[in-house]
């Protein structure tokens, strides 16, 4: 400790520009990384606005967009899906929970390397920045997917934006750069600086699955970076990696965005599962059930996560052979996802439980994954995947994964540490109306979907009234339900954000720990002034001692000696 | 902003500075990075017999030319370190330097090799290995560039004994620029 007696803590005033858009407290990156990412989602929630408009009342113009074309309609699906997992889920899920929650769970005033940290989310920024950009170049943005399949995406010829395309590579791969800054800088903070005392298994589990998280993004996204090079290439010089007319492969794509790509499924998948975990001790008062379990379970998930990739591609063409042993893999990850979900549950079994609007959205997460997951089996197992390929089924079934993931998860998290970041709690009641507002709506938007794909609506469909099969009233009826559920969804998040933004200044103040938590974050200021904490603490015990028997409280903070 | 290093940066739980500790994660990003091109090159080459007519036309001499300069030019850096160790920033500094020329005694042999072999029609549209042999090449040329300027960086800061602890950083970072060599140079060059 006496090093870190030395530390001086004095506050004092910058600038605007230094404080906003030049600071390398990662308290004021994270909420860069935040907001980035919360104005993103809404942008990739609009355009799914748009684009479910065109399904459900097609030709007609959409209020507050106009006319959606078949050109624009593909741009707008490629960069909903885009958008949605590097642009939103990645930054608020790790990027802006790992900034804010790292150096304090663990105890220390910042991240080791503040400056690359700010190098880092500038980099983010300007990855959002050029993929805004290709919407505004000649040909418009890229339309060929979020998996930007070749020969679609090499030649613009056939996908018919020779500028969107490039962008579209540009801004993904320097998003990656991004990741990679700021995920080597979470992992060495991590390894390196934790509280005197803070032992392997005293880690609050939010920070295992981030920093799981950052490991697998990384050991997943170079081959990925490898084929967006080749990529790169094919389309500016048309070189032929992925042309089979070049002696090229388009499959070998399919390779290598996948192996990246399923693994990302977990880079998102974990920190949910993370967060839910510290909302759900802390309101069931409890301890977390089999913290090692899950620990390993984790380990073990991220491992079995790199041999799955290719139950994507069942139907490119690949050896049977090889689709069996997909089949396999992908069948056994559900194992341990299944079982952190029931260790979650296990936790409840005889809490007391509290219902705070974050503890509804973590049970939420763990109600509506497990449909998610449920559905995920149809879609790995290859003699049934034939048929579902490419249909709104497996629209559905991500949906149920990455909207619990992306949009319930993050939701407990910023219910649950609001008050540590702003100082003042958010209102319960605009709270409540927020979580069954957005959680029916979003069951009542993809539930229908999981019919209409199976009855034959294929994905990336402008206008099913050309299809004999799919233009009958009964499907037709529920798009249009499925989008109404949609509109819903979009306008419960007025509550939310009118109770974000107005209790940042008006809402209770919040106090050190209002939710009674153990972990380090709670025992510095709400909201912690640059350096953290009045001294550094050191760690005594495990994060989740609630409720142990023959003490009077029953939180037990890890920093507190007896 | 602030100046002073963050007590985080301080700490290490590990026993392994904070330093080195990132520059072995960044390696070990890079290593998928070229994991993925070569892992995609080999798969094609073990389908394509004819890409061996194609290899044949690459300057195998050119090529173990640049794979000694590139382990002398390692060598250097380590007695760089060594030197830095020992507070010697004179040594170091020279070492450092010898180090920089090594990376562009390798840049240029490449860029003999590299014009002579498109100015007789091997450019990087002439068939897949020509592709993948100038990307991959190409792709760890931009690698030796960015270690030579960083290391010369470095040694600005060693001429001041400043930062001394950063010569063996980059070192760590140049040993694997080197490795990735010695997996491109067989691949590319000698198989025929």
């Not at chain 2, 860029?111 to 450019?123: K, N, P, R, V």
């Amino acid at each position: 400790m006496t090093i870190d007696h030395a530390h001086d803590t004095h506050h004092h005033e910058e600038g605007f520009f230094k404080k906003y858009f030049w600071s390398t407290d990662h308290k004021m990156i994270a909420k860069q990384y935040l907001f980035t990412g919360m104005f993103m989602g809404l942008m990739g929630g609009f355009f799914a606005y748009a684009l479910r408009m065109q399904q459900a009342f097609p030709g007609k113009t959409v209020p507050l967009y106009g006319v959606v074309t078949p050109t624009l309609y593909n741009a707008l699906a490629t960069n909903h899906g885009t958008i949605m997992i590097f642009w939103f889920a990645m930054p608020v899920l790790i990027a802006a929970f790992g900034n804010y929650l790292i150096p304090l769970m663990i105890g220390v005033d910042d991240m080791v390397f503040p400056r690359i940290n700010r190098l880092s989310y500038q980099v983010f920024l300007l990855s959002a920045i050029v993929l805004i950009a290709s919407f505004f170049v000649p040909g418009g943005a890229f339309g060929g997917a979020w998996t930007a399949y070749p020969p679609l995406s090499a030649n613009a010829n056939y996908n018919l934006t020779p500028w969107g395309a490039s962008l579209w590579l540009v801004a993904v791969a320097l998003e990656f750069v991004a990741f990679l800054l700021g995920g080597i800088n979470f992992i060495t903070t991590f390894m390196n600086s934790r509280a005197p005392g803070m032992k392997m298994f005293d880690i609050p589990m939010v920070l295992w699955t981030i920093i799981i998280a950052s490991i697998l993004f990384m050991a997943s996204v170079g081959p990925l970076i490898a084929g967006a090079i080749m990529l790169l290439f094919d389309q500016t010089m048309s070189i032929g990696f992925f042309d089979p007319a070049k002696g090229g492969d388009p499959v070998l794509w399919q390779h290598l965005f996948w192996f990246f790509g399923h693994p990302e499924v977990y880079v998102v998948l974990l920190p949910a599962m993370g967060i839910v975990a510290e909302v759900i001790t802390v309101f069931a008062r409890k301890k977390l059930f089999g913290y090692k379990t899950v620990f390993y379970t984790m380990v073990g998930t991220g491992a079995l996560s790199f041999v799955v990739w290719a139950h994507h591609q069942f139907i490119a063409g690949i050896d049977p052979r090889m689709a069996n042993l997909f089949t396999i893999t992908t069948v056994l990850i559900s194992i341990p996802i299944a079982e952190m979900c029931f260790v979650y549950i296990a936790t409840l079994y005889k809490a007391s439980i509290e219902f705070s609007t974050a503890m509804l959205f973590a049970l939420a997460f763990l109600a509506e994954f497990f449909i998610g997951g449920v559905t995920g089996i149809f879609l790995g197992a290859s003699g049934s995947d034939i048929y579902f390929h490419d249909t709104y089924f497996v629209v559905a079934h991500f949906h149920y994964t990455f909207v619990p993931i992306a949009i319930i998860g993050v939701m407990a998290g910023l219910y649950f540490w609001y008050p540590k970041m702003f100082g003042r709690m958010m209102d319960e009641k605009l709270g409540k109306i927020h979580f069954w507002g957005t959680v029916i709506s979003f069951n009542c938007i993809f539930i229908p979907l999981f019919y209409t794909g199976a009855a034959g609506d294929q994905r990336r469909i402008y206008n099913y009234q050309n299809f004999p099969h799919t233009n009958t009233e009964f499907l037709s009826d529920l798009r249009t339900f499925a989008t109404i559920s949609m509109v819903s969804m979009l306008l419960f998040q007025i509550p939310f954000l009118y109770n974000f933004f107005v209790s940042m200044k008006k809402g209770k103040v919040a106090g050190k720990n209002p939710w009674k938590s153990n972990t380090l974050e709670w025992v510095a200021d709400s909201p912690p002034p640059h350096g953290n904490f009045k001294e550094l603490p050191e760690v005594y015990r495990p994060p989740y001692e609630y409720s142990v028997p023959g003490r009077a409280q029953d939180y037990w903070p890890q920093n507190e000696k007896a | 902003m602030s100046t002073a290093q963050p007590v985080a940066t301080r700490r290490s739980v590990t026993g392994m500075s904070t330093g080195k500790l990132a520059v072995m994660w960044v390696i070990g990003s890079e290593i998928v990075i070229f994991g993925g091109i070569l892992a995609s090159y080999i798969m094609f080459r073990l389908q394509h017999d004819s890409w061996s007519h194609e290899a044949a036309h690459t300057n195998t001499v050119a090529g173990a030319v640049n794979t000694f300069v590139l382990l002398t030019s390692s060598l250097f850096i380590v007695l760089g370190h060594n030197a830095a160790e020992n507070k010697d920033t004179k040594k170091a500094f020279k070492y450092i330097w010898l180090t920089i020329l090594g990376a562009l005694t390798f840049l240029v042999i490449k860029a003999f090799e590299w014009s002579g072999e498109i100015s007789h029609g091997f450019t990087i549209k002439k068939s897949l290995f020509w592709s993948f042999y100038y990307t991959a090449a190409g792709v760890h040329a931009a690698h030796v560039i960015v270690g030579a300027i960083i290391m010369g960086i470095i040694s600005l800061d060693v001429r001041k004994n400043k930062n001394l602890h950063r010569v063996e950083l980059i070192g760590l970072y140049w040993h694997f620029v080197d490795i990735v060599w010695i997996f491109l140079f067989p691949l590319l060059y000698i198989a025929k």
